[in-house]
């Protein structure tokens, strides 16, 4: 729910609200042991990143998303987070 708000936030350029939602859902994922969850918010944590040029504080996101996708074999969420 807070990673889909934070979609809405960023959608309209509230890129401070995105953040701080994604930074909330990412603490409630990890908490629950929800790993795709965290993964996703983690790519979209580096994704706000890159929207605002910070490139590495969006690697400091991205690879570690990445990183847990490939640990627990989360391959389609994997799919999803990888750049095109």
Not at 9 to 23: C, F, M, N, Q, V
Not at 24 to 36: N, P, S, T, Y
Request: proline share 2%; charged share 20%; glycine share 10%.
């Amino acid at each position: 729910m807070l990673s889909n708000l934070a979609l809405v936030e960023k959608s309209t350029g509230h890129y401070d609200a995105a953040l701080r939602l994604s930074i909330d859902a990412l603490e409630q994922q990890k908490r629950i042991g929800d790993f795709a969850g965290e993964a996703l918010s983690l790519n979209n944590l580096g994704d706000l990143h890159l929207v605002r040029g910070d490139f590495v504080a969006a690697g400091q996101y991205l690879e570690p998303g990445l990183a847990l996708c490939d640990r627990h074999g989360l391959v389609s969420t994997r799919a999803w987070s990888s750049p095109t």
